[in-house]
């Protein structure tokens, strides 16, 4: 009941904040009270025409690699820090991804901290520098972050690569496949998660 209240103010701040313009929001989907949740930056083109979170190419990776922590995606709570999908047209003429503005990460962060707190997981997952910086106020790169745990007002962090990272650069595989390793041993080392 509370993240439906929660998508009804984040309706709302986009309705003042972008009163032009008619986005198609993305909401976090997943237990309400999952033990892991993953941030993402914002939606891309199939998770617009969907509605839903990683389901494009990136999400389909990032299903793979679930596989290897011994949960699945359906005990995880899956968001993304910017609710719409940031777009541009490209020199070809075609509307493609960017990267969300710092603007529009200031506008959604409120609500993405309410819903962290609401679901309140034992580790947010950070995938990608928009939500490592948003959330951890980090000024190194996921590069320099990833898969070492962070600890901040009391809660896990734990920063990975972005999956759609591996679509452009595949020598990430291995990096990303090290670092859902090392996720797998802390879920199994969390108490929380053996409950």
Known sequence: MRLEKLKDEIRAMVKEVYPDREWVLVFGEGPAQARLMLVGEAPGEQEAMLGRPFVGKAGKLLDAFIAGTGLTRGE????????????????????????????????????????????????????????????????????????????????????????????????????????????????????IFNE
């Open 76 to 191: 995880m709570y899956v968001t993304n820090t910017v609710k719409f999908r940031p777009s541009r047209i490209s020199k070809a003429g075609r509307v493609v991804n960017r990267t969300p503005t710092q603007e529009e990460i200031a506008a959604f962060l409120p609500f993405l901290k309410k819903e962290i707190a609401q679901v309140d997981p034992a580790c947010v997952v950070t995938l990608g520098n928009v939500p490592l910086r948003a959330l951890l106020g980090e000024k190194e790169t996921i590069g320099q972050a990833h898969g070492q745990l962070r600890r901040q007002e009391d809660r896990l962090y734990f920063p990975m690569y972005h999956p759609a990272s591996m679509i452009y650069n595949p020598g990430l595989k291995a990096i990303f496949a090290q670092d859902m390793e090392k996720l797998g041993q802390l879920i199994k080392n969390i108490p």
